[in-house]
């Protein structure tokens, strides 16, 4: 009998709030080896609509420690805070404030969403976007202050008005699909897609081809970018661009990779 340990490679821990519903979105990034650890959180604000106040609440950095603290035992190789609108809404450096509570309580290097998709589109030397998300206007034009913040032109951003991770995390791929599709502007180097709820995994090969131009995504990014900081190549042809040209990024892109480095304690 055979037995192999998922875990040889290393273990990412994910930080994330409670009321995702996509947990099978994020295996479906993993090279063989490398396991994924979940801790889940709660606010005051879990059962209220979507908004700048309610992912506020998931932005503390009290309550992301204890998030932590709880995951901290299983020893993750890298850890990441997976929420991409509690990231960003309190603009840019924030975000590197979130990464350093939880890689410090862990003893890991650390990340987050947002810091994750940033990363990404510097490594891929992308400075002009086009921007689709799933939440009201109030919460995605946040997102596109902390793009432009963060370097880049954002061409045009779109909404789906969704109010709650339930309806995000249970719209089937080609919602998703056609949103990048409708957002498309010839002069955008990118398409970026928010919200570490959606499913996009299995459609982003085909989306790119069809659209002739990369397309980031909140978990695509958000599984990338902790295996970089682990070291991990996590190449293959099936998962975008990111992954298919840029999964050994830490070799040749270590500037990029690396803004959001924490090392072990």
Known sequence: ???????????IGLVMPDDAVNDDEYWLYLPDGVNLMIARFTTATRDEPIAPDMVDAYADLDTLRRAADVIKITRPSAVVFGCTSCSFVRGVGWDIKQAHAIGEVCGAPATTVSTAM????KTMGIKSVCVGAPYPDSVTERFAIYLRDSGFEVIHWQTLEMTSEWQIGNSPPS???DLAKAIDRPDAEAIVLSCTGIRTAEILTPLEADLGKPVITAPQAMIWHPLQLMKVDSTRPDRGRLFAE???AFN????????VLMSAA
């Open 246 to 248: 840029y999964g050994s």
């Open 118 to 121: 940033v990363a990404a589109l």
């Open 175 to 177: 919602v998703w699909f």
């Open 1 to 11: 009998m055979t037995f192999s340990m998922r875990g040889w490679r290393g273990r």
């Open 252 to 259: 040749t892109h270590q500037g990029a990779v690396r803004a």
